[in-house]
């Protein structure tokens, strides 16, 4: 931070960087340190930049510098430095970023048309796409020459309003006013984002100027601060300073006379431009992921960032947003934290003109093949799904500082999903990838996975995800199995706390269980673990054995379900649902009512027999009363079977009325006062949308996480159609992705009027 003392230099940064993630960016601050030019700082390195240092003294970095310093750096000549506007405009261009805030702009000195003393940045806002959001340039400068000098690059400059009408000022940095009008006025954020997408679509290859006038309670009188202006320009002509000495020298003996009021003004003024820059950002990219062209072209000219030696690796760490997506909207419908894979499939081709020849690849030598590669991973085909739906959704995941990170990253922003979700670790931990080899009946023949990234300790949720979660405040949040206990219980409190439903994904048996497995540091778990469930019959078979086996308790939810015998409504109902079952898959009615204690709605996907949804009602859910509903609700106020409260108060008066130890007591009543809010019991089993013939299968992979995309699509929205009817329209998008050779088939676009 150039013009401020240490280390108030560097509490400075650090809360510049946070108010762009409290406004919904991606913050990527830009300098360069020990010879390597870098996009984003972690802490520590933007300590070590920022900190004084006797052999070691930052120095000023323009356009013109950049290859020298690098190219020392290169033959070890380690030199740190600070950018300038101009040399912050070249690396940020490199890294594909498109708005840039600063304090303040370079411009033509005082008796310029003399001296020729203009500074690079005017040149560079002149040939380089970057829009600058700062307080316009610095006082002291010539402002109607810098404007004409603007004017000439073809630079469009322009005013935010600030609620002001009519013809405003450009403004003199310190102050609001200058009087000389600006050329352009900009009323808002929304505003200016659209002149960059413009600028952008019509491929204009020069920067624009937003000028962010000083806040009004910051800002210095004007009559005073051309009288010390003048005073420091006059000092500096006298002690014969020029050039790039001239600016710091000038800017040093301003603070000084003015007793470092100019110095709070300074730091009032640079968050003013951090925060609407970030809120210009954020429009920006929501312009971008609309899609709202200016012109009909059949392909995107979108252009790549260029790679280079001299660009260190974490720039792909801390400066992912390219091409853009630096921001996101605030508010989404759902966010969905799960796995983010490569997939790499490896098809064996033999050669077919050996008609002998195994279709299985042979052991301990290389095998033709086709190789492709994919996005994977359960949540990201949830995200997919929800994305091809135009839901408005964050995805949250994490991959490794490598070629498999960046990959993935590229291949989500490239099929228009938001990438600020996706954290990258940058302690050595490797992106996740699974390979797989098919014989040439395109038949699993053997897999090799490396998914374990989510189970990272070093993950801290609350610094890494609570406020990206706090910040989106979604309707649902949807979770999968692929993070370690701890983080999964982290993920459903926090949802908790925001008033967000959950929805769980198990995604297999040896994961599904982890969301029950307690934790004593982090003390009892709240219910219900998650508001809906999706496991397929064998992760829903481990899950009521791990309860069975670890003694959850819930004695009065047990009781009851131990109470129901055939002559029982719910009873009957539960062979009617199960004698639709294959007799091997008989069992999952029983487990799916043991388990909803702590899923009140569990959706089994059961093969080609269906969906078993068998679920708990609130009191107010209208299937309670709905006639058509009555065949597949029981215990409810007005049906035959009688009311649930009533039998869990008896079971309750029963139980209390034992010797029972207080522990057990405490219990008995938490259970009652837990399952208090439910009114009826709802059981039904809806048959497959299609049968597939077997030819007709392309892949099973993501079918089951299509199905969970689509159906929170519908849960999400401001007034959902019922669960039933929901989970017909994932059927039929799940069969689209059976047919499909992509883990999410795009055409489920097709279903989205049905929700």
């Not at 679509?201 to 100027?209: A, P, R, T, V, Y």
């Not at 279709?359 to 095998?367: A, E, F, G, M, R």
Request: aromatic residues 6%; glycine residues 8%.
């Amino acid at each position: 931070m150039k013009g401020f003392p240490h280390p108030e230099n560097i509490a400075l940064s650090q809360h510049l960087e946070e108010l762009v993630r409290d406004n919904g960016g991606v913050p990527a601050t830009i300098g360069v340190l020990n010879g390597i030019a870098k996009v984003g700082f972690e802490a520590k390195e933007l300590k070590r930049l920022l900190q004084p240092s006797s052999h070691k003294k930052p120095i000023k970095i323009s356009r013109r510098d950049l290859a020298y310093i690098c190219g020392l750096g290169i033959n070890g000549h380690k030199i740190n430095g600070g950018t300038t506007v101009s040399g912050t405009m070249v690396l940020a261009h490199l890294a594909g970023i498109k708005v840039f805030a600063t304090g303040g702009l370079g411009g033509v000195h005082r008796g310029g048309e003399n001296s020729m003393d203009i500074s690079a940045d005017l040149t560079e806002l002149g040939r380089t796409p970057i829009a600058v959001i700062c307080s316009g340039c610095k006082s002291f400068l010539d402002i109607p020459r810098t404007l004409e000098y603007l004017e000439t690059q073809g630079v469009c400059v322009g005013t935010f309003a600030d609620g002001r009408t009519g013809e405003i000022d450009f403004p003199a940095f310190w102050t609001r006013d200058s009087t000389f009008t600006s050329p352009k006025i900009v009323h808002d954020e929304k505003e200016a984002a659209s002149m960059i997408h413009a600028q952008n679509e019509l491929s204009i290859m020069s920067g624009l100027l937003f000028a962010n006038p000083i806040p009004q309670q910051y800002s210095l009188p004007k009559s005073k601060m051309d009288s010390v202006i003048a005073e420091a320009v006059d000092i500096a002509r006298q002690s014969g300073r020029t050039g790039s000495d001239n600016t710091p020298f000038i800017l040093s003996k301003i603070r000084e006379l003015t007793k470092g009021a100019t110095v709070v003004s300074n730091e009032a003024l640079v968050m003013s431009n951090v925060e609407r820059g970030t809120k210009v950002a954020v429009e920006l990219a929501r312009l971008e992921l609309e899609g709202r062209g200016l012109l009909d072209r059949m392909d995107s000219h979108a252009s790549r960032s260029p790679s280079g030696s001299l660009v260190s690796k974490l720039d792909f760490a801390s400066s992912r947003t390219s091409m853009g997506r630096s921001a996101i909207a605030k508010h989404v419908a759902v966010v969905v934290a799960g796995s983010l894979n490569i997939d790499i499939s490896c098809d064996f081709n033999p050669d077919v003109s050996t008609l002998e020849a195994s279709q299985d690849p042979y052991l301990y030598t290389s095998n033709p093949a086709i190789i492709s590669q994919s996005l994977g991973g359960v949540g990201q085909n949830i995200a997919t799904a929800l994305h091809y739906l135009g839901t408005a959704m964050k995805f949250c995941s994490a991959v490794g500082n490598d070629s498999s990170g960046k990959t993935a990253i590229d291949m989500l922003a490239d099929r228009g999903l938001n990438i600020d979700g996706v954290e990258v670790l940058t302690d050595g931990s490797r992106s996740s990838q699974y390979i797989a080899f098919n014989n040439g009946n395109n038949e699993l023949t053997m897999a090799m996975a490396d998914v374990r990234i989510l189970e990272n300790e070093n993950l801290e949720f609350d610094k890494v995800w609570r406020h990206r979660l706090e910040r989106s405040e979604p309707k649902w949040v949807v979770i999968d199995a692929n993070w370690d206990p701890v983080s999964l219980r982290r993920w459903t409190e926090a949802a908790r706390s925001i008033g967000a439903k959950i929805a769980y994904e198990p995604v297999s048996v040896g994961k599904s269980c982890r969301i029950l497995e307690p934790n004593a540091e982090l003390g009892e778990r709240l219910m219900p673990l998650a508001d809906l469930a999706t496991p397929n019959k064998t992760e829903l078979s481990a899950l009521f054995y791990y309860v069975n086996q670890h003694g959850e308790r819930w004695g009065v939810w047990r009781i009851f379900l131990n109470s129901l015998d055939t002559n029982d409504r719910l009873g009957t109902a539960r062979h009617e649902v199960a004698s639709s079952l294959k007799e091997a898959d008989m069992p999952l009615v029983i487990q799916s009512l043991h388990l909803l204690p702590y899923f009140p709605c569990i959706l089994t996907k059961v093969d080609s027999q269906g969906v078993l949804l068998i679920e708990l009602l609130r009191e107010g859910d209208p299937r309670l009363s709905a006639p058509e509903a009555q065949q597949y609700v029981f215990y409810n106020d007005a049906g035959p079977t009688g009311n649930l409260q009533t039998a869990l108060s008896a079971i309750r008066k029963t139980l209390l009325s034992q010797e029972l130890n207080k522990q057990e007591r405490v219990e008995v009543e938490k259970d009652c006062a837990y399952l208090d809010q439910y009114r009826g019991i709802y059981m039904r089993l809806f048959p497959p949308a299609e049968i597939v013939p077997q030819k007709d299968i392309v892949s099973v992979n993501g079918v089951g996480d299509t199905f969970l995309g689509v159906l929170m699509a519908g849960l999400a929205k401001e007034n959902p159609k019922t669960i039933d009817e929901l989970v017909m329209v994932a059927q039929q998008a799940s069969v689209l992705t059976l047919k499909s050779k992509e883990s999410v088939s795009p055409d489920i676009e097709s279903l989205k009027s049905l929700l």
